[in-house]
């Protein structure tokens, strides 16, 4: 049977970095219905219940966790947009038209990759990715107030390696497989080494790599467990395409119950949005620390690919930016796509260099959100036009 899961507290007041009220005078808590698309295997789950039971800890809501009951990956966005549920885990790449503005710097997640590492890739992407969108962004606010949807949280996964039903090491290995990608950046590096990107949902790879539709999947390790992939994949070929995911955003909120909360429920909703930033970003790392011994046992090759591959790789990443702002910019139709890719950049810049040695920690990392990002949101305006 399907699960719900309820959260009913007292309420109390919130510890914001924000001046707000005590909420004993606030309205009446509210009933939110919050939209998992994935089976609690899935990485990040355990976070998802923490920020679900903070939210009806310190925000005065009933908020109540739907897995896999409400709405499907590919049907999330709609069903928020359309009320059938009021906060959902959504992926932006499934909408990339409506969501362009948003999922421009998802395309240059492999620069966060790209010669010195921090430890959790994901975690900095979500710095760069949440800076972009809520603070230097008006575009992607346009966008997301359009689809009637309020963006509060994004969560990024481990880096994207080769999970595939055949061992690939080389250029040549590549050509001709069918990868399906999350992004275009994924496939985009898939094409130039002759391979085709094929988009499916993420519900639906287990099936396809197992039926051989596809042959390999772009994915972060940590889905050889979440979405069970051990049981039908080979090999992992790491290092490769590199990037991470990052157009997760995590917490939507439907505009209209968004709106139906108080000033002060709505600062705790974002005290709680950057503690699930961080929280469900080190799930998937530790959960990608886990899959290396899942790979074991399930016997599976974990393969490193070979110097001309790596060569050619980090080759592609520079000559992508190019391909982003003229993709953008005809395809999507953006506005000063150019300034738009070089805003994205230094931001991807910035969080690498403030990630390069923060460890695995939800505070540290939630305290660096807080700090650059939910701190400067004027919580009296945001969503609210």
Known sequence: MLKETTFRVARRVVATGVAICSLAGASVAQDLRYSFPFPETFSPFPAVERFVKQLSDEANVDARLFVMSLLSPAETMAGLRDG???????????????????????????????????????????????EYILLNCPDCLVQMAEQNAVMTAATGTPPYYLICGSRIESVADVKGKRIRIAGGNFGRWAENFGGTGVSLPG?????SISQGVIDCT?????????????????????????GVYAAIASA????NAWKALSEEQRAAVLRAAARFSADSSVEYYKAEQRARDVAAKANIEIVAP??????????????????????????????????????????????????????????????LYWEHIYSKIDVATYGMD
């Open 306 to 367: 070979d110097a001309e591959l790596l060569e050619a790789t980090a080759k592609f990443v520079e000559g992508d930016v190019a391909t982003v702002v003229k993709q953008y910019s005809e395809q999507y139709g953006l506005a000063n796509a150019e300034a738009k890719v070089a805003t994205a950049s230094g931001l991807i810049n910035k969080w690498k260099s403030l990630f390069m040695d923060v460890p695995a920690d939800v505070d540290a990392i939630e305290a």
């Open 203 to 207: 519900n639906e790879i287990y099936e």
């Open 252 to 255: 939507n909120f439907n505009r």
């Open 218 to 242: 772009s994915n972060d390790m940590s889905q050889l467990s979440g979405l069970q992939l051990s049981e039908v994949a080979k090999s992992v070929t790491t290092g490769v395409p590199g």
């Open 84 to 130: 059938i549920a009021d906060m959902a885990w959504t992926t932006l790449t499934y909408n990339p038209t409506e969501f362009s503005e948003s999922t421009l710097i998802n395309d240059l997640s492999m620069q966060i990759t790209a010669g010195k590492t921090p430890e959790i890739p994901g975690a900095a992407m979500v710095g760069a990715t949440l």
